[in-house]
């Protein structure tokens, strides 16, 4: 059974910006909360600097959108791939 890719894209895109965006957020709530982890997305979001503020959350939350449809479709693409064909 192939997977359909739009249905990947937009899981991917969702699942990673929600995610961001809770992290960043309680990282402004409780600010040690995923330092760590921001500190290492500001390496592959460029502009997204957690110590910034709201504007830059939105700015991260866009970029981890993007980077979200491309996962999704990159793991469609692959799976549907390698998957048996009817």
Do not use: D, Q, W
Not at 55 to 79: D, H, K, P
Request: with cysteine; aromatic share 14%; hydrophobic share 55%.
């Amino acid at each position: 059974m192939r997977l359909s890719l739009r249905s990947l894209i937009i899981a991917g895109a969702l699942f990673n910006a929600i995610c961001f965006l809770f992290v960043a957020l309680m990282n402004l709530l409780l600010p040690p909360y995923g330092g760590k982890y921001l500190e290492m997305v500001t390496t592959f979001y460029i502009g997204y600097h957690p110590e910034t503020g709201p504007i830059s959350i939105v700015l991260g939350t866009l970029y981890a959108l993007i980077a979200g449809a491309l996962e999704g479709a990159l793991f469609g693409l692959l799976y549907n791939a390698f998957v048996e064909k009817p």
